[in-house]
């Protein structure tokens, strides 16, 4: 088996830099990270390696900065052709722009185009695993998967649930959504890289009926994820009130359903109540923080440091199409930029770690994505610290690894990521 050498800047985290701060973290100016079989099997000091592994292969990157490939913990990739749409709030933006092009994709050969330029754009941006939803069309999963193993890329995605407040193209039912989720675990959980998520996508699409069919679904299936939305919006939230009148409030429209816990993936969770933020922290929920989309559709600024304070589990994620970027730098820039108008600077070591091992972590799958270290899937970039003239510029101050990275994080883009790694195969560069 053909072993290679990465030369090049490391950083790796050896703690929690939202618990131990920066220095959960070690950085070389000249490390090496050695791959074999598409995985990582040493990091450490060059010379020691290179005098360990002679017969490795060296691929010198210079003073390119080997990251562990980002981690993006919420996405529609059927929403890729409408990013950007202009003027639309939540409910309206999903009338006017989402539920027509999700519409689509009853098309196959549709499907399976779009799932190849989202994977194609993600491994550009350096985005080496998307979390994404479907639509309510079995095949829209298909694609996608299919498209992911293609490119050896791990995949978490399911199919999107609606049974209400939508158009009938994109309407299923409880029995339905139910079966057809099913079909799709057989289908696809746990082969190769496929994680199966069962995809609710907000409670204001789906009766009490279709919430409790789902969570009986993953009872049945409790090693599978479960991806849906909290309290995006207040509109929203108003609007979940008058269809679950019984519910305390947004969470226990899920609780009650069976649609909470630790495998469980709430994206925004912006507006929570104290007893949400309680009973998500108690189960170890996974908050999905989406700041490119929070912005871009005007949703909220998501409260980081009390979220952390409490200690829930946070990943980072683009929300795309709701968020306007499919660089996970861009969106890293946004988490940082909303923490500023909470007077909260989040530190670029907490950024980062977001972007990867904490994304990874919500998505349980920690240690085999998200971090370089012995035993990890190589999936894995390189990043360029002065990619362009304005950035390289502010990159010659620099007086640590972290003034170096902080400009890429603020205004990088997929000219940043000079190479992307998937599970050791070359993909960009
Ligand atoms: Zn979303």
Redo the contacts with the bound molecule.
């Keep these: 088996m053909t072993m290679t050498l990465h030369l090049g800047q490391t950083l790796t985290f050896t703690g929690d830099p939202f618990r131990e701060g920066p220095s959960a973290t070690t950085h070389s100016s000249r490390g090496a990270v050695l791959v074999e079989g598409g995985r990582v099997i040493e990091t450490g000091d060059v010379d020691a390696l290179r005098a360990a592994h002679p017969q490795a292969n060296v691929e010198d990157h210079g003073d390119g900065l080997i990251l562990p490939g980002f981690v993006d913990a919420?996405?529609?990739y059927p929403q890729t052709a409408m990013i950007a749409s202009w003027g639309k709030r939540l409910i309206d933006w999903l009338n006017s722009y989402t539920f027509p092009e999700e519409g689509k994709f009853a098309d196959r050969a549709y499907a399976d185009e779009i799932a190849a330029r989202t994977l194609d754009l993600a491994i550009a941006n350096g985005t080496t695993t998307l979390t994404s939803?479907c639509t309510i069309h079995p095949g829209s999963v298909d694609a996608f998967f299919a498209a992911a193993q293609a490119r050896g890329m791990a995949a978490f995605a399911g199919k999107t649930c609606m049974d209400r407040n939508a158009p009938d193209y994109l309407s299923d039912t409880a029995q339905s959504a139910h079966d057809d989720s099913k079909a799709l675990i057989e289908r696809w959980h746990g082969k190769g890289r496929a994680t199966y998520v069962i995809t609710p996508?907000f409670s204001p699409t789906s009766s009490p009926e279709q919430l409790s069919a789902l969570g009986a679904l993953w009872a049945d299936h409790p090693d599978c994820l479960m991806q849906t939305?909290l309290s995006?919006q207040v509109d929203e939230i108003e609007w979940v009130k008058g269809l679950y009148p019984q519910a305390r409030d947004y969470l226990d429209t899920y609780e009650t359903h069976g649609l909470l816990g630790e495998r469980g993936l709430y994206?925004?969770a912006i507006h929570l109540e104290p007893r949400e933020a309680d009973r998500l922290r108690e189960v170890g929920a996974g908050l999905v923080h989406?700041p490119t989309?929070n912005t871009f559709i005007g949703s909220g600024l998501f409260d980081m440091a009390a979220r952390v304070a409490e200690g829930q589990r946070i990943g980072l994620?683009s929300?795309t199409g709701?968020?306007s970027s499919f660089s996970m730098l861009r969106v890293m820039g946004a988490a940082y930029e909303i923490g500023q108008l909470r007077r909260n600077p989040i530190h670029p070591a907490q950024l980062l770690w977001l972007a990867t091992e904490g994304s990874a972590r919500v998505l349980h799958a920690q240690g085999e994505i998200g971090r370089l270290a012995p035993g990890s899937v190589a999936d894995m970039i390189v990043l360029n610290l002065a990619s362009t003239p304005a950035i390289a510029q502010r990159s010659t101050l620099a007086s640590d690894i972290w003034e170096a990275l902080f400009p890429t994080i603020m205004m990088g883009d997929d000219r940043a990521i000079a190479k992307t790694y998937v599970a050791g195969r070359q993909m960009k560069g």
Excluded: L, N, T, W
């Design positions: 919420h996405m529609h939803f996508r939305h995006e994206g925004h989406c989309s994620a929300d709701g968020g």
